[in-house]
């Protein structure tokens, strides 16, 4: 039987994270009291309206969190972040990433989740609290799942092929 070629990966472009990073670091650097701060005509002081906003919508997003997986759309090589060798073969509808977000559209583009092969599929919603305890677990039982456990023991997956880290975070 002939293994197919594996895909060349896609390079990554860490630059454009780098600089936004950095002026993100700035922008946090030049902020003042008097930025984040108002008078109120009662005398007393409270946050802008900004920052005010700022606050709700951090708190708005914790309270609407999702535990997601990605799952491969067709059997192939997968870019391999733990890996000894780069590349790892999946069968499809095997599960290349499990996560949580509190903001899905700035997570995975549509063009993101075709070029890499996946699909995003939510298992669990609600609070931030609610969806973290769901992702350890899920990463947790991993190295246990049918799909891991058919693969010879030598190949099996501690974690999934898109996870940067063993840690649970």
Known sequence: MVKPIPPTPPRRRSFPIIIGIAAALLLLAALKWEDVARRLRDGTWALSEERQQEMEDTLDRNEHAEQYV????????????????????????????????????????????????????????????????????????????????ARPKEKRLVVPVFHKTYAFR
Request: glycine fraction near 4%; proline fraction near 2%; charge should be negative.
């Open 70 to 149: 990605l799952l491969a759309t067709v059997s192939g090589w997968y870019k391999c972040y733990l890996c000894e060798e780069e590349l790892y073969w999946l069968n499809k509808g095997e599960i290349a990433k499990i996560g949580i977000t509190t903001n899905r559209a700035e997570r995975y583009s549509q063009k993101w989740l075709e070029d890499n092969r996946v699909e995003y599929i939510i298992e669990v919603e609600g609070d931030l609290a609610k969806v973290r305890k769901a992702e350890i677990e899920r990463i947790a039982s991993y190295p246990f799942l049918p799909e891991n456990m």
